[in-house]
C-alpha cells in the first residue's frame, strides 16, 4: 500500500529546533525567524535554523529580545559575509555561549548539535571514509539566501503575518515488542546501553532529539535513529502523530544512512516476515 508522508510544515520545522529544555530566548529567537519566513516560506529548514541562530547572536549583541530586532538589522548582518561567513560564526558561537544555548555538551537535550550540523563541513557523497573534500556547511548557503529573502522584506506585510505556531515537538511512542532500525543488508532492535534491553520500551522524540527508553527505564541515544525517520515511521505504519502513540508489534525506522522518505517496510527484504 502506498503511503503518503505528511508534507513538512514552517511548524513543523519550528517544533524541530525546539526542545522542552529550550531556553526561552532561544524560542523567541526561533518564532521570529519562522515570522520573518513566513510570508515567502520556501520549504528550506537550514534557513529557518540560521535565521534563529543570528537572531539570538544580535539579540545578545544589541540587548534586545529577538522580536523587537529589525528586518534592516538583520539584512545588515548578512551583508559582506562573503562566501565563507567565519566571522559570522565566531559571533554566533559567542552570543550562543553567553545566552546559556550552546557549550551545554551534545546530549539528547541540548543544541549544540543544531549549530555543528550547521557550521560543519558536509560529507562528499559516496566518501563514507571521508577523505573528500566534501560539500561546504549548509550555513554558507543560508546565509546567501537569507540576506536576499530578508532584504526585501516589506514590514507592512510582516506586521499583517501571524507569528506562526510550532506543532507539537514532544511525543512519545510506546513498543509492544522491538524498535527495529531496517537497512538494506539488515534488521537490528535499538538495545539499551545499559541493561542490553530490547523488547518493550519507547522511543521519545524532544525537538531534534529521538531516543530510546528501555522496559527498565534506561535512556539510551543510538546513532541510527532520527526524528525525521521516526515520524516518517509513524506515517507508514498508518499511525498518527500525537503526544502519545501505542505500536502493539514491532516499529519499523528507516535507519540513518538511508533517506529520511524511505519505507522501512520495503527496503530490506528482511522485514516482510516481520509484517506477516
Not at 523587537?68 to 559575509?81: F, K, M, N, R
Not at 550562543?96 to 557550521?119: C, Q, S
Not at 543488508?185 to 522524540?205: F, H, M, N, Q, T
Request: proline share 9%.
Amino acid at each position: 500500500m502506498t503511503v503518503v508522508l505528511p508534507h513538512r510544515t514552517l511548524p513543523d520545522e519550528m517544533a524541530y529546533l525546539l526542545p522542552t529544555t529550550a531556553p526561552d530566548v532561544w524560542r523567541a529567537a526561533v518564532a521570529r525567524a519562522a515570522h520573518l519566513l513566513a510570508p515567502s516560506w520556501d520549504e528550506r529548514p537550514n534557513g529557518l535554523k540560521a535565521l534563529a541562530f543570528i537572531l539570538l547572536t544580535l539579540s545578545v549583541e544589541r540587548e534586545q529580545p529577538p522580536e523587537s530586532i529589525p528586518p534592516a538589522a538583520v539584512a545588515e548582518a548578512l551583508s559582506d559575509q562573503g562566501e565563507e561567513p567565519h566571522e559570522l560564526s565566531r559571533r554566533i558561537e559567542a552570543a550562543g555561549t553567553t545566552a546559556g544555548v550552546l557549550g551545554n555538551g551534545y546530549g539528547p537535550d541540548t543544541l549544540d548539535t543544531l549549530w555543528t550540523d550547521l557550521k560543519s563541513w558536509q560529507e562528499a557523497p559516496g566518501d563514507p571514509m571521508g577523505d573528500a573534500e566534501g560539500w561546504p556547511p549548509a550555513l554558507w548557503a543560508a546565509v546567501g539566501r537569507l540576506h536576499e529573502r530578508i532584504s526585501g522584506l516589506d514590514e507592512a506585510v510582516i506586521r499583517r503575518t501571524p507569528v506562526p505556531v510550532p506543532s507539537p515537538g514532544a511525543l512519545t511512542i510506546s513498543v509492544g515488542r522491538y524498535v527495529q532500525a531496517v537497512a538494506t543488508d539488515a534488521i537490528r532492535p535499538i538495545k539499551c546501553d545499559i541493561c542490553d534491553g530490547c523488547e518493550g520500551g519507547s522511543l521519545r522524540v524532544d525537538g531534534p532529539a529521538v531516543t530510546f527508553v528501555c522496559a527498565e527505564g534506561h535512556t539510551t541515544a543510538d546513532h541510527r535513529l532520527d526524528v525525521w525517520r521516526v515520524r516518517n515511521a509513524l506515517a507508514y505504519a498508518e499511525l498518527p502523530i500525537g503526544a502519545d502513540v501505542a505500536v502493539e508489534r514491532d516499529f519499523l525506522v528507516t535507519s540513518r544512512p538511508y533517506s529520511a522518505q524511505s519505507d522501512p517496510r520495503y527496503l530490506s527484504r528482511f522485514t516482510a516476515a516481520l509484517l506477516v
